[in-house]
């Protein structure tokens, strides 16, 4: 079992930057694969970013890659999306999730996080 709580949204303006935090607790927690998901009002909950256990693989969507960085402390079980540069478009509920295997894939993730709303003004 893995409870997972997000934190670390807000509103910025469009270029600015802001830094999620998802804190993991569990006795395994630190052998899952970590994942960042995001959904904006009336569309599909979307692929944003993943790491495995040992952070050493990274997965990223095109439409965030350069701008986002994905990152995890094991031994302090949490799991940081860095974003800069942030445009409208980026604006949605974030949600980490967890899972046993490296994957971009939605129903691959078993836990989930209650979600941090990140609002991006232009």
């Known amino acids: 079992q893995v409870q997972l709580v997000d934190s670390g949204g807000g509103l910025v303006q469009a270029g600015g930057s802001l830094r999620l935090s998802c804190a993991a607790s569990g006795r395994t927690a630190s052998s899952y694969t970590m994942g960042w998901f995001r959904q904006a009002p009336g569309k599909e909950r979307e692929f944003v970013a993943a790491?495995?256990?040992?952070?050493?693989?990274?997965l990223y969507a095109d439409s965030v890659k350069g701008r986002f960085t994905i990152s995890r402390d094991n031994a302090k079980n949490t799991v940081d999306l860095q974003m800069i540069g942030l445009k409208p478009e980026d604006t949605a509920v974030y949600y980490c999730?967890?899972?046993?295997?490296?994957?971009?894939?939605?129903?691959?993730?078993?836990?989930w996080g209650q979600g941090t709303q990140v609002t991006v003004s232009s």
């Open positions: 790491i495995n256990w040992s952070g050493g693989r990274t």
């Open positions: 999730a967890a899972d046993q295997r490296f994957t971009t894939n939605r129903s691959g993730y078993y836990y």
